[in-house]
């Protein structure tokens, strides 16, 4: 009988080191409670990268979160609502990038540059702070957003943050270029853009031919994939046609 006893008591043992050992190779997540960050009456901006994380066994893009202020948070997850969406999205850019730059653009005659699709957010964003082995992100909790508040762009990558910045400028209006609009053959940047996002919009990636008007009248071409769109941002669906005497 006391053999039988330790035995069970060993087997016990047993079990309880392999739980402990199968926990510690297990992917470990630690978070901290949520918090909202940006403005209630701002635009933050979701910037993907073509990183992902498996999270809560989701697959999830990652990235950086451009805040109304001009802050920026790196290492930010996507999850919940829209997250499937934004990969494909991201997946289709990076694929009309590689086919387009290094190419002409056959108006202005000036190279096409790479374009980056990044996800506005109207208000407060709420976030959570989680360490997955070792490495601490931040998990945008966007099935807990009005879905009405979330809208997709695309434009020239390092005009994403002067694009967030147009957003959050008073005054600032979206318009779309007619299609003879003299924009397209400036040999510059902005012309470029004007007539790729055109192009990109050809291709599945969402209409473009969209510009942001500033106050000052410096203008920011972009496109608009098809999803997400929300309706309270009024960048998604501009209602006049931009003219330069405007």
């Keep these: 009988m006391s053999a039988l006893k330790y035995a069970i008591v060993g087997v016990v043992v047993v079990v309880v080191v392999i739980a402990a050992a199968l926990t510690l190779l297990l992917p470990t997540q630690h ?9 209630p009456s701002g635009y933050e901006a979701f910037v993907p990268s073509s990183q992902t994380v498996n999270y809560h066994g989701h697959t999830d893009p990652v990235g ?39 190419q002409t653009d056959p108006v202005n005659h000036q190279p096409y540059v790479p374009l980056q699709d990044f996800y506005v957010i109207k208000g407060q964003v709420p976030i959570e702070q989680v360490t997955i082995n070792g490495q601490t992100y931040y998990v945008i909790q966007a099935s807990s957003i009005n879905p009405a508040n979330i809208a997709g762009f695309y434009t020239y990558y390092k005009w994403v943050p002067n694009a967030v910045v147009a957003m959050n400028t008073p005054g600032t209006y979206a318009a779309g270029l007619p299609g003879n609009s003299p924009v ?13 996002t055109m192009i990109y919009g050809g291709y599945g990636a969402g209409p473009g031919g969209y510009v942001l008007v500033l106050p000052n009248k410096t203008i920011i071409p972009y496109g608009i994939p098809f999803s997400p769109a929300g309706s309270a941002i009024p960048f998604d669906s501009p209602q006049q046609t931009y003219n330069l005497s405007s």
């Design 184 to 196: 397209f053959q400036w040999a510059n940047t902005t012309g470029t853009v004007a007539y790729q």
């Design 31 to 39: 978070k901290a409670p949520i918090q909202y960050v940006g403005s």
């Design 64 to 102: 950086d979160l451009i805040l109304s202020n001009g802050a920026v948070i790196h290492d930010v997850i996507w999850n919940g609502q829209y997250a499937s969406t934004i990969i494909q999205n991201h997946n289709q850019i990076n694929q009309l990038n590689n086919q387009f730059v290094g």
